[in-house]
């Protein structure tokens, strides 16, 4: 039987995989109203992927969503009643060397059977290798900045769901490697307290602010600037900064922004930062991931 290579960045604000699967990182075993969200059942529970509340975890392989994610992706992405799977995840940077072995322990060798949209399906997960966050998302990325990075050490700053993971390339190697608690659902998060503290008869939902920032923000009927609300989370780019500033040669190299949130501080680091690449994927660490897998 094949095996199928299967890469999953499991974010505190969004899953991501090497097929192209994007969902809130949100599960719940109470059924919603009107829901239309895929659903597995895991001894016995039935999950709603993608809906109920965000879930934060220092390790996000303790929260209670990381397998029914992970296992409800790979039935996504694989349509074979009995799937084998040679799976890629990651860690942040801190995370690597002290965590690894605990999420290997709890995935590898280990088989499930589940129901999935109302199907049965076995999943058996043979091996299981983790990568660092960051890292693998500059491998799948440098490629095509090879001109731009040509002979320089690079200064890679990974803006995730949950941290924001820095690391200094130099001579094809990772060194000064630092995690920060930092990421995409704290910068929504200020955007949205900031938004209700103008807006006082208004209740947010975090998972809207990236629609607002998209798309733009109505009250009354009529549009509102926001950028009040937007500005609200710069503290959490000087935290960053500061970071940057401190410890890495910010000022005399490469510094390649990348990650599901470098789009929301972009224009923050665009200022401060004279020699920057904005590398805007957010699929960039888990096809990393997938690549290192099948290299292996």
Not at 83 to 112: D, F, M, Y
Not at 187 to 208: M, N, P, R, W
Request: hydrophobic residues 40%; charged residues 25%; proline residues 2%.
């Amino acid at each position: 039987m094949n095996e199928f290579y299967y890469a999953a960045d499991i974010g505190n604000y969004l899953f991501k995989d090497s097929v192209g699967n994007l969902i809130p990182s949100k599960v719940t075993d109470i059924m919603p109203y009107n829901s239309v969200a895929d659903t597995i059942k895991i001894n016995g529970v039935t999950y709603y992927i993608g809906e109920g509340e965000y879930e934060i975890q220092a390790k996000k392989f303790d929260k209670s969503s990381y397998l029914p994610l992970l296992l409800a992706g790979i039935c996504k992405s694989n349509k074979d009643e009995y799937v084998v799977v040679r799976l890629a995840v990651g860690l942040p940077l801190n995370q690597i060397k002290k965590c690894s072995g605990e999420l290997i322990n709890l995935l590898e060798e280990t088989q499930h059977n589940v129901i999935y949209n109302d199907k049965p399906r076995v999943i058996q997960i043979t091996t299981v290798n983790v990568y660092p966050e960051g890292i693998s998302a500059f491998q799948h990325v440098s490629n095509q900045y090879q001109i731009d990075i040509a002979d320089r050490d690079v200064v890679v700053v990974d803006i995730g769901g949950g941290t924001t993971d820095i690391c200094l390339i130099r001579d094809c190697t990772a060194t000064k490697l630092t995690s920060l608690n930092i990421g995409t659902i704290h910068i929504y998060d200020a955007i949205k307290k900031s938004l209700e503290q103008q807006y006082i008869d208004v209740k947010i939902d975090l998972e809207k602010v990236r629609h607002y920032l998209n798309k733009g923000f109505w009250y009354e009927g009529e549009e509102q600037d926001i950028s009040f609300a937007i500005e609200s989370a710069e503290y959490l780019f000087q935290k960053i900064y500061n970071e940057l500033k401190l410890n890495y040669p910010i000022s005399t190299e490469v510094v390649m922004l990348i990650g599901g949130g470098s789009e929301l501080l972009e224009d923050a680091f665009e200022e401060a930062v004279s020699d920057l690449i904005v590398a805007d994927d957010l699929f960039a660490n888990v096809n990393g991931y997938l690549e290192m897998l099948i290299d292996e």
